[in-house]
């Protein structure tokens, strides 16, 4: 591909095939009928980086004083090289990062595997960012990757030189706990039927 831009690929099905009715009165001349149809067309959006993200709440139904453990799973297509990636996740008032649990970063290509926890240097979070009771977290991936021992800070796809490897893809984990009040105006309570929510995006070179 000439550019990491996303792109759609369309797919779609058909089906032929002959039919022979078993009442001779409801044949064509005789002989069996051609039959065919079509399946909708599904389209698919063809990215070169990617990422998703879950959480996990060991103490479920969330409420405040909870741990909330977030991870972050990033994805490179196998026919791209990405560097200089950086993922920045906002998380919604109500929530609170928790500073004693040092994220996690383990990053599998080509290369081999970099796991541990995230320099200091090479993450950054900003209470009430972009607003009041949000905190902006903004993990720079490949420098980490090379202070964990790699030997740039590049993810490699599979297919992206020859010959053929495994996925490149790497999760980012982190920790929040859910707060009593909100921080923005009017400072109310976590109640029953709130909820809290977490975003996150991703950037890179190719």
């Known amino acids: 591909p000439l550019s990491g831009a996303p792109s759609t690929t369309d797919n779609q099905a058909t089906a032929t095939g002959t039919w022979l009715p078993i009442d001779p ?18 389209t698919i959006t063809n990215r070169s980086l990617e990422l998703t993200k879950s959480v996990i709440n060991p103490t479920p139904p969330t409420s405040p004083g ?35 649990f040092t ?8 290369a081999g595997n970099v796991t541990g926890a995230i320099p200091a240097a090479y993450y950054t979070v900003v209470n009430d960012a972009p607003s009041v009771g949000k905190t ?17 800070g590049t993810l490699q796809g599979g297919r992206s030189i020859t010959p053929d490897a495994g996925p490149a893809q790497g999760t980012i984990t982190f920790k929040a706990t859910v707060r009593d009040l909100y921080k923005a105006p009017p400072m109310g309570p976590l109640v029953t039927g709130d909820s809290i929510d977490n975003g996150a995006s991703i950037t890179g070179g190719v």
Request: no cysteine.
């Open 66 to 100: 909870d741990e909330l453990s977030y991870t972050l799973l990033f994805q490179v297509s196998d026919y791209f090289t990405v560097r200089d990636l950086v993922i920045v996740d906002v998380m919604s008032d109500g929530q609170d990062f928790l500073s004693s």
């Open 136 to 152: 902006r977290i903004t993990f720079d991936v490949s420098q980490a990757m090379i202070a964990l021992g790699a030997a740039d």
């Open 103 to 110: 994220p996690v970063l383990n990053v599998t290509d080509r």
């Open 25 to 42: 009165r409801d044949r064509i001349s005789g002989g069996p009928v051609m039959v065919s149809g079509n399946s909708g067309v599904v």
